[in-house]
């Protein structure tokens, strides 16, 4: 069964650090592009990073340039998303998302707030 399983989330007070894990299994993790999103209620789901297969080609949203970094590790089937100088504004729920599977997985809180 394919799957997504995001980890990592938690309270964190403004100007502080997380960092966010996606396991994946059930599909070849490596052969395909890789995305993190993030939701807040009552709003859209919005595109914060993505990764190409290789982890050689990254995006990010403007809002989070310089101060979240995504990454891979294919050996262990997951991705991941470095989170620096955490701010209010940043508070959601993070998801992980295989656009090549159609497949995203549940979510992980995160909170900015002190």
């Known amino acids: 069964q394919e799957q997504l399983v995001e980890s990592g989330g938690g309270l964190v007070q403004p100007g502080g650090s997380l960092r966010l894990s996606c396991a994946a299994s059930?599909?070849?993790?490596?052969?395909?592009?890789m995305r993190w999103y993030r939701q807040v209620p009552g709003k859209e789901r919005e595109l914060v990073a993505g990764?190409?297969?290789?982890?050689?080609?990254?995006s990010y949203a403007d809002s989070v340039k310089g101060r979240f970094t995504i990454s891979r590790d294919n050996a262990k089937s997951t991705l991941y998303l470095r989170m620096n100088s955490l701010k209010s504004e940043d508070t959601a729920v993070y998801y992980c998302?295989?656009?090549?599977?159609?497949?995203w997985g549940l979510g992980t809180q995160v909170t900015v707030s002190s």
């Open positions: 998302h295989a656009p090549g599977r159609s497949l």
């Open positions: 059930g599909f070849t993790f490596s052969a395909y592009a």
């Open positions: 990764i190409s297969s290789t982890g050689g080609i990254n």
